[in-house]
């Protein structure tokens, strides 16, 4: 049986307390009986209707994404997701830029505590010559 297509307004209509639904990835969660026992509260559940990006900031558990397999009610019509709300993954992590800026920050962090003792040991020998 093909999941149930959800739209984005109808989704959005489900955000009280006793009836909330969210959207992650382009699927439908009913979190309804999960809003007491977030760890995140509540409140962060019923302010977003798509919280794909929300929930991938977070970096969620595996035992979170399995979890949330009971809550599954079908998928989006992504037809209908306002433009702004589509999640974009964000840029990968071994891009060279931030490999580069990563060993830069290694070597400053090496060399500073370096300059800090040299800078001791200057006036300490200059203090006592005086």
Request: hydrophobic share 35%.
């Amino acid at each position: 049986m093909a999941p149930k297509v959800h739209t984005f307004e109808e989704v959005a209509s489900h955000n009280k307390k006793d009836d909330c639904w969210l959207i992650i990835s382009g699927k439908v969660y009913n979190v309804t009986p999960f809003l007491e026992e977030h760890p995140g509260g509540d409140e962060v559940l019923l302010t977003s209707t798509d919280a794909t990006n929300d929930f991938e900031d977070v970096g969620h558990s595996d035992d979170a994404k399995v979890t949330m397999q009971k809550f599954y009610i079908g998928e989006i019509d992504e037809s209908t997701l306002p433009s702004e709300q589509k999640y974009t993954p964000p840029p990968s992590a071994t891009s060279t830029a931030n490999q580069d800026s990563g060993s830069s920050s290694k070597i400053l962090l090496f060399i500073l505590p370096l300059l800090i003792l040299g800078l001791a040991f200057v006036l300490r020998l200059y203090s006592k010559k005086e």
